[in-house]
Every structure is written in C-alpha cells, then in structure tokens.
T-cell receptor, first 112, second 114 residues
C-alpha cells in the first residue's frame, strides 16, 4: 500500500485558470506536509509547507490540509505556462523514523 | 531557504568505473543528508541517510558496498557508485533538512554509464 498517493495526470489547464492538485496519505500520525515543484530534468524545489489544518497562502499558491480526511491539496491561481511541471506531495511520517515519503507526482501543463 | 549544492551535474562513465558525487550544504550545517535516486518518469526513491561521523543507513534493497556514502564533515556528504553498470544510470539527488524540517535538494547529478 502506497503511503502517499497522487493522481499522476497529466492535468491540463488554460493560462489564467486555477490548477488543483490533490494528495492523500495513509499515516494519521503525519505532522508535516510539503509541495515540491520539479521541472523536467531538474531536482525538486520546495514551494509550500503546511503543518496544521486549514489553508495557507503564499502568492498564487494555496495549500490546504485536512488531517481528518488525510488529504492535502495545492491550488495554483492565475496559472502561467511557467507553472508547467510535475508537482510532488511529500509527507513527513514520524512513526517511521521521521522519514519523508513522496507521491509519484502530478504532471501539470498550463496551456497558453 | 537553505542551499544545497551538488557536483557534478552530469557525468558519463564507462561500465566498471567508479563515480563520486559530492553534496554540500552551503549556508548551514547538516548532520544528516539524504540521497535519492530517480528514474525517468518515476518518483524519488530514498537510497540512504547519511550521518555525519557515523555509518550511513541504507534503505532495503540498496547495496551498501556498491553505493558508498561518506559524511566526513557537517557540510559535505559524498556518494560513490562503485563498479558502475548501465542499470545504475539515473538521476541522483541529495538533500538536507532546513530548520523547519523541510527538505532542500541539491541540483542533482545525472549519471550515464556506457
């Protein structure tokens, strides 16, 4: 059973639209949640972290966490072609030695 | 955020040779660094946890004698792929934790074994 699951996509949205990326996780004891962006051929880049239930906004990005539903999402407003990348959800699971677990990523394409 | 630097970014070698990849934390001290491997269109796979001054902890299925990890200082960890073969060709990425517990990644090293 996968610890962190994401829809692999591809997800396509027109420029200016809202892109919604979703992630579910299996460990109820997880405390820290992260979204990374990875361009093709590059290493992941941290774009958002969230630690408590609710929404966290940073510019065009909003992370949403619902621990009861074991669900974390990332909204990208006013999507730009430069947002086209793979988005990785990561969960820090304390009951497994404080390791990070990554989803397989969702490929996003923003169409000009 | 924290800066992690990795070198070389690309390396091509002949089968049977060894390749060393360096990972440095530039503006902070990292007692622990993590080495990942990523095959095309797949997610990150944790290979090992590098601990400063002690032995690395390897994930199940990762050969410790093939992937040698040395973490001799608080700012440098190295991964040596010994006797590399074509199936070792992959994207190797190191990372270290920032103060808030988040992971910061190096630029990655793309290894091609001919």
């Amino acid at each position: 059973q996968k610890e962190v699951e994401q829809n692999s996509g591809p997800l396509s949205v027109p420029e200016g639209a809202i892109a919604s990326l979703n992630c579910t996780y299996s460990d109820r004891g997880s405390q820290s949640f992260f979204w990374y962006r990875q361009y093709s051929g590059k290493s992941p880049e941290l774009i958002m972290s969230i630690y408590s239930n609710g929404d966290k906004e940073d510019g065009r990005f909003t992370a949403q966490l619902n621990k009861a539903s074991q669900y974390v999402s990332l909204l990208i407003r006013d999507s730009q072609p430069s947002d086209s990348a793979t988005y990785l959800c990561a969960v820090n699971m304390e009951d497994t030695g404080n390791q990070f677990y990554f989803g397989t990523g969702t490929s996003l394409t923003v169409i000009p | 955020g924290a800066v992690v630097s990795q070198h070389p970014s690309r390396v091509i070698c002949k089968s049977g040779t060894s390749v060393k990849i360096e990972c440095r934390s530039l503006d902070f001290q990292a007692t622990t660094m993590f080495w990942y491997r990523q095959f095309p269109k797949q997610s990150l796979m944790l290979m090992a946890t590098s601990n400063e001054g002690s032995k690395a902890t390897y994930e199940q299925g990762v050969e410790k004698d093939k992937f040698l990890i040395n973490h001799a200082s608080l700012t440098l960890s190295t991964l040596t792929v010994t006797s590399a073969h074509p199936e070792d060709s992959s994207f190797y990425i190191c990372s270290a934790r920032g103060l808030a517990g988040e992971l910061f990644f190096g630029e990655g090293s793309r290894l091609t074994v001919l």
